[in-house]
T-cell receptor
Framework: QKEVEQNSGPLSVPEGAIASLNCTYSDRVSQSFFWYRQYSGKSPELIMSIYSNGDKEDGRFTAQLNKASQYVSLLIRDSQPSDSATYLCAPENFVFGPGTRLSVLP | EAGVAQSPRYKIIEKRQSVAFWCNPISGHATLYWYQQILGQGPKLLIQFQNNGVVDDSQLPKDRFSAERLKGVDSTLKIQPAKLEDSAVYLC????????????FGPGTRLTVT
């Protein structure tokens, strides 16, 4: 079974801090990864995709991929209370992790 | 651009009854997915269509679940008969094509089986 693991949290950070969310995966052939944000009671929303090793930045979000370590992360800079949500990681085989619940404290 | 549409938004049924969900993907999106999301878990892929053909249905409980995508656009997911453990949110998503994996989700249907 190809698995994706995430710390379920909750991860609490103060407003303005950097939130770091991590994801490990077991399928070595995975090439691309996607981060989705899911607010309580809502459906997942795509926020970042990353296809190659290294960093990809989009506004306050930075995704990092290390295929050798089978590890992908999402950094959220200047965290805002509106970032409070569950963050889901998934490779292109659509096996989602359980999600990490992030709470940004005002 | 209109998003993925789903209906109904909520459904309550008794066990052993049947239920159907409908999904209309984003216009032009060839790939359509149905997911089951149980509270506190990540979405679980049930079935993936490419146009009107099935790409992956390995996790679809075929003894009770069925899905179709006639004409390569709208799709329906059916459960017959429902069990208590089918209580979940059923999410439909679409993506542009087989080589693009960015998925856009509909609002979901919350199913409660009593």
């Amino acid at each position: 079974q190809k698995e994706v693991e995430q710390n379920s949290g909750p991860l609490s950070v103060p407003e303005g801090a950097i939130a770091s969310l991590n994801c490990t995966y077991s399928d070595r052939v995975s090439q691309s990864f996607f981060w989705y944000r899911q607010y309580s009671g809502k459906s997942p929303e795509l926020i970042m995709s990353i296809y190659s090793n290294g960093d990809k930045e989009d506004g306050r979000f930075t995704a990092q991929l290390n295929k050798a370590s089978q590890y992908v992360s999402l950094l959220i800079r200047d965290s805002q209370p509106s970032d409070s949500a569950t963050y889901l990681c998934a490779p292109e085989n659509f096996v989602f992790g359980p999600g990490t619940r992030l709470s940004v404290l005002p | 651009e209109a998003g993925v549409a789903q209906s109904p938004r909520y459904k309550i049924i008794e066990k052993r009854q049947s239920v159907a969900f409908w999904c209309n993907p984003i216009s032009g999106h060839a790939t359509l997915y149905w997911y089951q999301q149980i509270l506190g878990q990540g979405p679980k892929l049930l079935i993936q269509f490419q146009n009107n053909g099935v790409v992956d249905d390995s996790q679809l409980p075929k003894d009770r679940f069925s899905a179709e995508r006639l004409k390569g656009v709208d799709s329906t997911l059916k459960i017959q008969p429902a069990k208590l453990e089918d209580s979940a949110v059923y999410l439909c998503a679409s993506s542009l094509g087989s080589d693009t994996y960015e998925q856009y989700f509909g609002p979901g249907t919350r199913l409660t089986v009593t």
